[in-house]
């Protein structure tokens, strides 16, 4: 792993900072998480593809320099995937909010995890929509508070790794901003991978779902975060663990990595059957 | 000559036009132009994909394109308000994709195997905030073909995305052609350098993975990409920019046909499928001495005012059948600014008109206007 202190600044868009995010913002954490990864994997930027949607986390792809797509809320896995078909050699990394991902763009989330395409979905899940103040998300747990659940919420939270498992994501792992040693790894981890790859990172919204929840301040949150969760074996294999167990303790780590024939692959197999000669890109 | 499907042209002229991407979803009656294309896109090395929806369908064409692709999506009414979020995005980030809306009878699900020419406004107006579009139709088989290439031509010199307008009964219309050798624009991929803005004025369409790490975003931005501050001003100038440039370049991109205008006291203005009953009406007033004449629009938008006005110079009423209420007749009739009557012959039942209908319509007009070769009707 990319040691702390190493220079990230050649991967970033200078132009564009500061970053939107407040101050202790989890999304900055998983931010330089994604650029440690890339350091890792030592990837030419030319070929990197960032397409975000529209929320905090969804302004990531301002700050990479990189190929940046900042699209509409919920769609970035839909452009990102005719980007993907046409142009394979590029790494497409999609950067979403919870909202993002799992609210208005959950459609496209469980379709492009069926297809198994080679995209990297970096999912930025702060339990609450920060962008537009506060509100509740599908991701937003029981009982939580949100300006739009003053009483607390009445709706069970998704979980993105199940969501993610059985809709066909070949890499699914989950972290939090916590967790810093492991999560460069998981995400290196899910760029490698060949096929749809979902990275769940539990970040803290302070400004909002700290304050509506009295969690106090960005450190009392990673704390909360530490407390939550539980990590497994976090390179072993798939865990066995119940619905009851996961309650208290959150298990992170990765959940699957495994092979399956990857969408553009298919498709271009289809191509030489078809005598389509030369693909688009 | 070949028997040919309206939808068939659309999808052969696509691939003429060198696409090679098409994202799409099921719906009555734009599916055959997905269905061939989900056969002719391997075939010629392009991309097809089936999307979860309409709003992905686009979407996925506008990440194609940003891939490096000509990209095209097809759907009806339905579809086509879903993707109007994105048609935005497009038009904000100066991207090039052809869209086409068969349409069907509406609002909602409506008629969905009968026209209609209900999106003419909504394809003009239908996302937010101001923008340019351009928006073709046809009335033939043969001038679909055409008018597919030209989407693909001017979606590529002018960054926008571009709409065909057709309907039902031109989709699955089959019809004995001969396919025009229309000219394709090709995409030359400039060599750009580290001052490249890439939403400059008349900035060349550079995809990703050339080098320059361009910032795509639908959030107000200058020519650089980037949403910095003053965006507000910035992209008001882009946004004019677009607008100057179609306005300059407006004779090259008004398709039309004329027909009888030179003396006509009554012009039937139409575009689309009621070209077809125009023509035969025109015979049928001019055969009962009526002076009637036809101009038919392929290019809806950007709105051709100064062809209406040259067209209707010696007018003595204009009469606008549509299949619709009453849309592109508020425009038409703003230009005029009351020099002539103009009188709208609107219907949503799914119906055509007979030519007749447009006889009687005009007919009723000279009459009420005392206009010639009608009194003893
Ligand atoms: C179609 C549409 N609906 C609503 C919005 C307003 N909106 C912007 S961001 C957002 C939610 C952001 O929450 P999340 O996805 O969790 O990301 P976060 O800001 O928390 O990172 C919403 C509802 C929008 N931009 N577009
Ligand atoms: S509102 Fe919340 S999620 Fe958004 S930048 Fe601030 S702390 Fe981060």
């Known amino acids: 792993m990319t040691k702390p202190g190493i220079d990230l600044t050649p991967l970033l868009r200078q132009e564009m900072m500061p970053t939107v995010w407040c101050p202790g913002c989890g999304h900055g954490i998983i931010a330089r998480g994604i650029a440690t990864a890339l350091m890792s994997l030592g990837l030419d930027m030319d070929q990197v593809a960032f397409v975000g949607g529209i929320g905090c986390s969804g302004r990531a792809p301002f700050y990479f320099d990189a190929n940046s797509m900042h699209t509409t809320h919920g769609r970035a896995l839909a452009f990102a995937t005719g980007l993907k078909m046409v142009n394979p050699k590029l790494t497409v990394i999609v950067p979403m909010g919870d909202g993002d991902s799992m609210a208005i763009g959950g459609n496209h989330l469980i379709h492009a995890a069926r297809r198994n395409i080679d995209i990297t979905a970096v999912v930025f899940n702060n339990s609450i929509y920060g962008m537009t103040g506060g509100q509740g998300a599908p991701t937003s747990p029981l009982d939580s508070r949100s300006t739009t659940s003053p009483m607390g919420s009445i709706e069970p939270?998704?979980?993105?790794?199940?969501?993610?498992?059985?809709?066909?994501?070949?890499?699914?792992?989950?972290?939090?901003?916590?967790?810093?040693?492991?999560?460069?790894?998981?995400?290196?981890?899910?760029?490698?991978?060949h096929g749809f790859s979902v990275v769940e990172v539990l970040s803290q919204c302070p400004t909002y779902y700290g304050r509506l929840n009295k969690l106090g301040e960005a450190p009392d949150m990673l704390l909360y975060e530490r407390d939550r969760t539980k990590l497994l074996e976090a390179f072993g294999p798939p865990p066995e663990i119940t619905r009851e167990e996961m309650v208290g303790q959150l298990p992170i780590g990765l959940f699957r990595d495994e092979e399956r024939p990857e969408y553009v692959d298919q498709y271009h197999g289809l191509i030489a059957r078809a005598g389509g000669g030369k693909s688009a890109s | 000559m070949r028997l040919v499907q309206g939808n068939e042209a659309v999808a052969l002229a696509a691939v003429h036009a060198g696409c090679n991407f098409y994202s799409?979803?099921?719906?009555?009656?734009?599916?055959?132009?997905?269905?061939?294309?989900?056969?002719?896109?391997?075939?010629?090395?392009?991309?097809?994909?089936?999307?979860?929806?309409?709003?992905?369908?686009?979407?996925?064409?506008?990440?194609?394109?940003?891939?490096?692709?000509?990209?095209?999506?097809?759907?009806?009414?339905?579809?086509?308000?879903?993707?109007?979020?994105?048609?935005?995005?497009?038009?904000?980030?100066?991207?090039?994709?052809?869209?086409?809306?068969?349409?069907?009878?509406?609002?909602?699900?409506?008629?969905?195997?009968?026209?209609?020419?209900?999106?003419?406004?909504?394809?003009?107006?239908?996302?937010?905030?101001d923008h340019e579009v351009i928006v073709l139709t046809a009335s033939s088989v043969v001038e679909a073909y055409r008018m597919t290439v030209e989407a693909f031509n001017l979606s590529e010199r002018y960054r926008l995305p571009v709409i065909l307008l057709l309907d039902a009964v031109l989709s699955h219309m089959r019809e004995n052609v001969e396919f025009p050798d229309v000219p394709v624009r090709e995409r030359v991929m400039p060599t750009?350098?580290?001052?490249?803005?890439?939403?400059?004025?008349?900035?060349?369409?550079?995809?990703?993975?050339?080098g320059h790490h361009t910032v795509v975003t639908g959030m107000s931005h200058d020519e650089t990409g980037l949403p910095k501050a003053l965006a507000g001003q910035a992209v008001q100038r882009i946004l004019r920019g677009v607008q100057e440039r179609l306005a300059q370049d407006a004779r090259e991109i008004t398709f039309y046909h004329e027909m009888e205008l030179a003396d006509a006291d009554i012009v039937l203005l139409t575009y689309g499928i009621t070209a077809r009953?125009?023509?035969e009406a025109v015979g049928l007033l001019r055969a009962d001495g009526v002076k009637a004449g036809l101009l038919d629009l392929q290019t809806l938008w950007p709105f051709p005012e100064w062809l209406i006005l040259e067209k209707t110079q010696a007018a003595k009423a204009v009469l606008v059948p549509e299949l619709n209420l009453g849309?592109?007749?508020?425009?038409?009739?703003?230009?005029?600014?009351?020099?002539?009557?103009?009188?709208?012959?609107?219907?949503?039942?799914?119906?055509?008109?007979?030519?007749?209908?447009?006889?009687?319509?005009?007919?009723?007009?000279a009459h009420s206007l005392e206009i010639g070769g009608v009194a003893h009707d």
């Open chain 1, 157 to 193: 939270a998704f979980d993105t790794v199940e969501l993610a498992l059985a809709a066909g994501a070949t890499y699914v792992a989950r972290t939090t901003t916590f967790d810093f040693q492991e999560m460069p790894q998981l995400i290196a981890g899910a760029i490698r991978h």
């Open chain 2, 24 to 129: 799409g979803y099921p719906i009555t009656p734009a599916t055959e132009i997905m269905e061939m294309m989900a056969r002719q896109m391997p075939k010629t090395g392009g991309v097809f994909i089936q999307m979860e929806d309409e709003i992905g369908s686009i979407a996925a064409a506008i990440g194609a394109a940003w891939g490096g692709a000509k990209a095209m999506t097809a759907t009806s009414g339905p579809g086509f308000s879903l993707m109007q979020e994105n048609l935005g995005y497009a038009c904000m980030t100066q991207t090039p994709v052809v869209v086409v809306d068969s349409q069907r009878g509406g609002p909602s699900t409506g008629l969905p195997t009968l026209p209609a020419q209900g999106e003419v406004m909504q394809a003009r107006y239908g996302t937010h905030g």
């Open chain 2, 192 to 210: 750009i350098d580290e001052n490249f803005l890439p939403f400059g004025p008349d900035a060349p369409f550079v995809p990703f993975g050339s």
């Open chain 2, 277 to 279: 009953a125009a023509r």
């Open chain 2, 327 to 365: 849309q592109y007749v508020i425009p038409v009739r703003a230009a005029i600014a009351g020099r002539c009557p103009v009188e709208s012959l609107g219907r949503c039942d799914g119906e055509l008109f007979t030519p007749e209908a447009m006889v009687e319509a005009a007919k009723a007009l």
